[in-house]
């Protein structure tokens, strides 16, 4: 059996690649994939954990965060959508109307 | 087989129930409204509210009072219906009540006047009063998920708008990414006790934490992302830098909705956790509080300074007030007898509510077909435009500023005693400062109403609900900052505090 900490180093790991798409990244719609990776990390310790505790409400936890995800991508490709039209870009560096 | 739900359940949520349906109402019937009746669907929104705040009184508060009981649970121990939760759902109530009034001009005026835009505010409440009764991380991560999923959308509900469009992506972009942080850190705080449920986690981390010099480091890094998670939605410094561009680019009286209801619910879900939760991890988390909230206060005063913006410059005064709530968690939690600090936050919250909404209420009836309004030269002279609202303006900016008799006093007074109590001698002669810092940024507003000649000399029209809206704002900031013995009583009693002394004796 694949012990624990495989699992959660693998998810610490898919955690870490978002947060660093998130930061260095500069295309709205790969910076939304990192949140998604994100999102997996979280579910993937999440599903280790409820194994190891052999309890189902870390699993009951994942479908919630799926579904959230998924109406997330829903608003948020809306939003990218509204953005695209009015600015013909995608890239952050270029969406900067509001600042200091 | 057991019954996993039954009918009590029901009946306790019934109020998210009700709101619930009258959104879906208001999507179903806002197809066979005419574009110049649409004012009816907020009538309809309006209706939702205060039904749902009926049912919290007759259907929640009154049987748990008649049974004296402090508290009951729905939904398999997930949901926790304490007074606590009671006096926030109140409160989101109130604040959606107001925003709603706000709304209608202003959405005609933008020619976005949707009936889906009083829907997602009435979901948003639906999020909210979730996050504030949840006990179960699973129920608070999902009504945190649904308020914020709305107020997505409603940041950018003016879609032609460049400014708006960017203020959602923004928004968008940090909020899923901190709700990532947040469910990352509930996950750790899962494994190390096998359990959703806040108080399952409290138990197991006392019981891990007990005889042991230093916490477990598992349990310092899930803390340290979940508050990272937590000072992202409550929009503390170095989390804040979100808040002022979807505040400015927001329609504004959704950023008058946004600065009030949902920082209240990001708060209460805060203290759910916090004090909740992982109360046995106080020891670690207060420095890190102490940290947060003086780079709160100081960067948010300091950038409100330069702004001449007026959303954007209520935004960082409104991190700025984060600064000073988060001294009142610094200061106590309701479990020990220095609750002061708590009963503080909570009546922050509540002053907040009007005093920042009257603010913004002012700040949206600026905006004309022609004008976007909220520049500061776009107030300049509103005295003459517009006496009684510039008047109003006056009182809500004093009040803000926590200028004695008014209702900001009240907050900051119980948060800054709480700091003495405690022996936070430095931290309180600080947030003072603070304090006496921002009264310039404040006048600096009311300098340009009183002070300065109007651009646009016309008077300046303001509708039924917009008036309507600043007199509740107006009048509840009066009420609670002259006769505040009332409302420090709901306080003491959201706390379950027994002894209800007058304010004098609050002074030893």
């Known amino acids: ?100 | 087989m057991a019954q996993y739900f039954t009918l009590s359940d029901y009946s306790m949520s019934l109020p998210i129930i009700l709101l619930t349906l009258f959104a879906l109402d208001i999507l179903l019937i806002d197809l066979w409204i005419p574009i110049d009746r649409k004012w009816f669907n907020a009538v309809t929104a309006f209706v939702g509210v205060l039904v749902s705040a009926a049912a919290v009184y007759l259907r929640i508060q009154r049987p748990l009072d008649a049974a004296g009981l402090p508290a009951q649970t729905a939904f398999m121990n997930a949901m926790l219906l304490d007074h606590f939760a009671i006096y926030f759902w109140y409160l989101f109530l109130a604040g959606a009540a107001i925003a709603i009034l706000m709304s209608v001009r202003y959405l005609e005026i933008e020619h976005e006047h949707h009936g889906e835009f009083y829907a997602l505010i009435l979901f948003s409440v639906v999020g909210m009063m979730c996050m504030a009764a949840g006990i179960d991380i699973v129920l608070i991560f999902i009504g945190l998920e649904l308020m914020a999923i709305s107020t997505y959308v409603l940041v950018g509900f003016l879609r032609t708008d460049r400014r708006s469009n960017e203020a959602a992506l923004k928004y968008l972009l940090l909020g899923a990414f901190s709700s990532g942080i947040f469910a990352y850190g509930l996950s750790l705080f899962y494994g190390l006790t096998g359990s959703t449920n806040l108080v399952v986690i409290q138990n197991r981390l006392a019981r891990e934490m007990a005889g042991q010099a230093h916490a477990n480091p598992i349990a310092v890094i899930a803390l340290l992302t979940t508050a990272t998670g937590l000072f992202f939605k409550i929009a503390a410094v170095p989390f804040h830098q979100w808040a002022p561009d979807a505040y400015e680019g927001a329609p504004t009286s959704m950023t008058g909705f946004m600065s009030v209801a949902v920082k209240a619910a990001a708060w209460a879900m805060l203290l759910r956790i916090l004090i909740w939760g992982l109360a046995p991890l106080r020891p670690v988390y207060v420095p890190l509080l102490v940290f947060v909230s003086i780079a709160t206060m100081t960067g948010a005063n300091l950038a409100a300074l330069t702004q001449n913006n007026l959303k954007r410059l209520l935004a960082y005064s409104s991190i700025a007030h984060v600064g000073y709530m988060l001294l009142g968690l610094v200061a106590g939690d309701a479990h020990s007898p220095m609750a002061d600090g708590i009963k503080g936050i909570l009546i922050y919250l509540l002053v907040y509510t009007f005093m920042n909404l009257g603010a913004f209420a002012v700040i949206t009836s600026l905006r004309q077909r022609e004008v976007i309004g909220d520049e500061l030269d776009d107030i300049a002279g509103l005295y003459s435009r517009a006496p009684t609202e510039a008047v109003l303006m006056l009182i809500f900016l004093l009040s803000l500023a926590g200028i004695p008799p008014l209702a900001g006093f009240y907050g900051k007074y119980f948060i800054f005693l709480s700091l003495i109590e405690s022996k936070h001698y430095v931290l309180a002669s600080l947030a003072v400062l603070y304090a006496v810092f921002g009264l310039y940024y404040y006048m600096k507003i009311a300098n340009a109403m009183f002070m300065r000649e109007a651009l646009d000399k016309t008077r300046l029209p303001i509708s039924l609900g917009m008036r309507t809206a600043l007199w509740i704002s107006a009048f509840a900031t009066l009420v609670i900052g002259i006769y505040p013995e009332p409302f420090i009583r709901a306080v003491n009693w959201s706390l379950g505090i027994a002894q209800v002394g007058p304010v004098a004796s609050l002074v030893r």
């Open chain 1, 1 to 100: 059996m694949v012990p624990l900490s495989y699992y959660l180093v693998l998810s610490g790991i898919l955690f870490a690649c978002g947060v660093l798409g998130f930061l260095i990244k500069r295309n709205i719609i790969t910076i939304f994939m990192s949140i998604e990776l994100m999102l997996n990390g979280v579910n993937l310790s999440f599903v280790a954990f409820a194994a190891q505790w052999h309890a189902l409400s870390g699993q009951v936890f994942v479908f919630f965060v799926m579904v959230v995800a998924a109406a997330e991508s829903a608003v948020g490709l809306a939003i990218i959508i509204a953005v695209y039209r009015t600015r013909q870009t995608l890239n952050v560096d270029q969406i900067n109307l509001l600042k200091l």
